[in-house]
């Protein structure tokens, strides 16, 4: 049974950081795009960044620059490093392998 589970979410100051990790037990992680997603209250689901198979990565526009996402296909993780928070990245933050397997989410809290 697949599972993406995530971890290191919290309360933090604005301009602070995060470092979110994802651990997925899944077979051939290796070749799985993985993506970060973050909902907030009241709003819609929305992709934060992703990294492909290759190491190809892309980000929201509104987290280019603070935002990083890298993956350790030896330990099956993916990270998103979280840098100048800000009150408006307040979230529940979710890992995607694929379109296929989400996880259950960790919430992020920025403020002070």
């Known amino acids: 049974q697949v599972q993406l589970v995530e971890s290191g979410g919290g309360l933090v100051q604005p301009g602070g950081s995060l470092r979110l990790s994802c651990v997925a037990s899944i077979g051939s992680f290796s070749i799985y795009t993985m993506g970060w997603f973050r909902q907030a209250p009241g709003k819609q689901r929305e992709l934060v960044a992703g990294?492909?198979?290759?190491?190809?990565?892309y980000y929201a526009a509104s987290v280019k620059g603070r935002f990083t996402i890298s993956r350790d296909n030896a330990k099956n993780t993916v990270y998103l490093q979280m840098n100048n928070l800000k009150p408006e990245d307040t979230a529940v933050y979710y890992c995607?392998?694929?379109?296929?397997?989400w996880g259950q989410g960790t919430q992020v809290t920025v403020s002070s």
């Open positions: 990294i492909t198979r290759t190491g190809s990565t």
């Open positions: 995607r392998a694929n379109n296929d397997y």
